[in-house]
């Protein structure tokens, strides 16, 4: 299987786990989408050198797994395909801010060094959780929540079909991948073959979205997203949305880690 192919899959793989009939799967999108919107703008409200104080918010993403039974290793798999661009945002940092911030004996850590590890943890955070939403839910009903929550309708039909289309761009990667291996006999092409290529992809997916476009336009499209799926809001979304909104305030007014220190080294003394 060609990594073209096996990306396809694991694209797939997202929506065939937001197919399950999960507790999280029978929760209102727009519940899920409210609390996770809340929950990343509570993990970006913090200050920069903030590390301890967060990790009590990963209690958010696990339940979300938890309640999706959703697969650890999948999820942190495409994780890590992300985790560079991270790296990249703060791997200058410890060069940059230099400044002693921590002491732990003759060790001495630079306050650039917290601040990469700020960032790592964000990532970490942000990315589960949006990985756990999208795997729980699915597209479809993210971009049908988002538009019932007020969102243009511009926005939610370009995301669906910009997931949409993913596949029609792979499929035709993927055949023309196929191509040039059986012609080439497995040789690496030269690096001036691949423009031409990049060119050839380029022109096949226009004309098939175009094709796409027109049967479209000849069942009646008329730029508003339809669904059979009906959302309906219940009293267990409202509890969702509140004790989780309550968790992420309780632990951006408080420093929960420093407070269960304080309690165990005053229970010590």
Request: some cysteine.
């Amino acid at each position: 299987m060609s990594r073209i192919d096996a990306a396809l899959r694991d694209l797939r793989s997202l929506e065939a786990l937001a197919a399950r009939d999960t507790p999280l799967a029978r929760l209102d999108a727009r519940a899920k989408v409210i609390a996770t919107a809340a929950f990343i703008i509570t993990v970006v409200s913090f200050e920069r050198y903030t590390v301890a104080a967060l990790l009590p918010l990963a209690a958010y993403p696990v339940a979300l797994i938890a309640l999706g039974d959703l697969p650890v290793a999948s999820l942190a798999r495409k994780m890590l395909v992300a985790a560079p661009f991270a790296v990249l945002v703060g791997v200058f940092n410890p060069m940059l801010d230099r400044a002693p911030m921590l002491l732990a004996g003759d060790f001495t850590v630079a306050a650039g060094w917290v601040s990469f590890a700020s960032i790592l943890v964000r990532f970490a955070l942000t990315v589960s959780a949006a990985l756990a939403l999208v795997a729980g839910t699915g597209v479809s009903a993210l971009c049908t929540a988002l538009a019932r929550l007020g969102v243009p309708s511009v926005f939610t039909a370009q995301l669906l079909f910009m997931f949409r289309y993913a596949f029609v761009l792979g499929a035709e990667a993927a055949r023309m991948s196929a191509a040039r291996e059986l012609r080439s006999g497995g040789r690496s092409l030269a690096l001036s073959a691949y423009g031409p290529l990049l060119g050839h992809l380029l022109l096949r997916a226009f004309e098939r979205a175009q094709r796409i476009h027109l049967a479209m336009m000849a069942r009646g499209f008329d730029g508003e997203l339809r669904t059979l799926r009906m959302l309906r809001w219940s009293a267990r979304d409202t509890a969702f949305v509140v004790a989780w909104g309550a968790f992420f305030v309780a632990v951006r007014a408080v420093d929960l880690p420093m407070l269960l220190g304080r309690m165990l080294l005053g229970g010590a003394s």
